[in-house]
């Protein structure tokens, strides 16, 4: 049975409610705005919640579009006198409300409009399974269609949603969902390319310029698979920029964003880079990335570590650090080896080296995060 929630700071027209509706509505009751957001909180969700208007503190406009935000599906029902009739119908105009009902409220009038809030409440959960069955459903086929079709397509996708899954949290967006499906679908274009042009692609293998122009066209491969699906736009706008550099002036949508830095992470990871490596080499791609997207992502990858990669330049250098690559001449002679500790003397005999030999900077450190100096 769908729960209602009444709300009122005056506890004889509670006492009311409860009488009246005990047998017929799973019921909670609430003496104001504050108590009613706590019961949403610990007791919801409710399939309707009805709210008198004129309440100390935070009046029932104000209440019902909190609820209406924290919970979108549930309907929102106002008790209103007389003399807030434009108040009411002003909330009903912009979408916060999907009743009102004028004081005092017969109980049959009140168990009418509490009924065809619980219809509307379950029309919209209907809604909501059978879209979110076929959506999962089509994503579902698509994806098992690829496992059959390309291996290797496919446990790339399985890589690259377990990275999105983790840096959507990190970023706290809403409806991940639409996030993981685009994880799990940006390869699904890829059912047409011959794996052995993948192979080479996923491997960093120079491609011929005919092999090139074949990768290219996985992403409208993509977007054509996905364009006859309901509800899929978001999900498809995301596949087609994946592999768009950041631009400040346009930039892409968030979640493509997110997906062109866990993309290029698997080919350096795949490519035989470690983790240390593969953020190194990422950081210099200067305006490559959503600064904020990378930096999140590399949180997210160290989390557990105690140690988080850095490229810098030989001023920004401070006792502690670590290197985290070979430091070469540009002969290829090994001047410093990595893991190093960096201390005074270290950092001064870089500087020398820097000076006398020309190495390039910036140079990847490891930068330990507990004050232990250890990674």
């Known amino acids: 049975m769908e729960k209602i929630l009444f709300v009122d700071d005056e506890p004889n027209i509670l006492d009311t409610f409860r009488r009246a509706f005990h047998k017929r509505y799973e019921l909670e009751t609430a003496s104001g705005s504050l108590v009613a957001l706590d019961l949403l909180q610990s007791h919801g969700p409710f399939a309707v919640v009805v709210s008198d208007l004129k309440m100390p503190g ?19 029902i106002m008790l209103t006198g007389h003399a807030d009739l434009e108040a009411a119908i002003a909330a ?3 979408g916060n409300v999907f009743r009102f009902l004028t004081k005092p409220c017969p109980a049959e009038s009140m168990a009418k409009a509490v009924d065809a809030g619980i219809e509307q409440y379950r029309l919209v959960m209907a809604e909501r399974e059978l879209l979110r069955g076929t959506l999962l459903g089509s994503v579902a086929m698509l994806t098992d269609l690829l496992a059959m079709a390309n291996p290797e397509a496919f446990g ?20 991940v969902w639409r996030y993981e499906a685009a994880a799990m679908l940006s390869q699904v274009g890829c059912i047409t390319i011959p794996e052995p042009i993948l192979r ?32 899929l736009e978001s999900v498809r706008e995301i596949i087609v920029r ?26 350096l990871e795949q490519q035989g880079l470690d983790k240390v490596e593969a953020v190194g080499e990422m950081q210099l791609r200067e305006g490559m990335y959503d600064p904020v997207v990378l930096e999140l992502f590399s949180q997210y990858l160290f989390g557990g570590e105690r140690c ?13 650090m670590i290197l985290g690559q070979e430091v070469k ?23 020398s ?12 450190v490891l930068i330990p995060v507990d004050g232990t100096g250890t990674c």
């Open 58 to 76: 935070m009046d029932g406009i104000e209440l019902l579009s909190k609820i209406h935000i924290a919970s979108p599906t549930t309907v929102r």
């Open 156 to 175: 790339r996708s399985g890589r690259i949603k377990r990275h999105m899954f983790h840096l959507a949290r990190k970023l706290e967006v809403k409806n």
């Open 329 to 351: 001449a540009p002969s290829g002679l090994m001047l410093m080896a990595k893991g190093q500790y960096l201390n005074e003397p270290a950092i001064k005999r870089l500087a």
């Open 200 to 231: 080479k692609r996923y491997r960093g293998a120079a491609l011929t310029f005919e092999e090139q122009m074949v990768m290219d066209q996985h992403t409208a491969i993509s977007s054509a698979l996905l364009s006859n699906i309901p509800r």
């Open 92 to 94: 009903v105009n912009e």
């Open 242 to 267: 994946q592999n768009d550099p950041f631009d400040r002036e346009s930039p892409p949508p968030l979640g493509s964003r997110m997906l062109k830095v866990i993309l290029d992470y698997d080919d």
């Open 308 to 320: 988080i990669p850095r490229q810098l330049r030989l001023e920004e250098m401070r006792p502690g």
């Open 353 to 364: 080296f820097t000076r006398s030999h020309g190495v390039q900077e910036p140079i990847l």
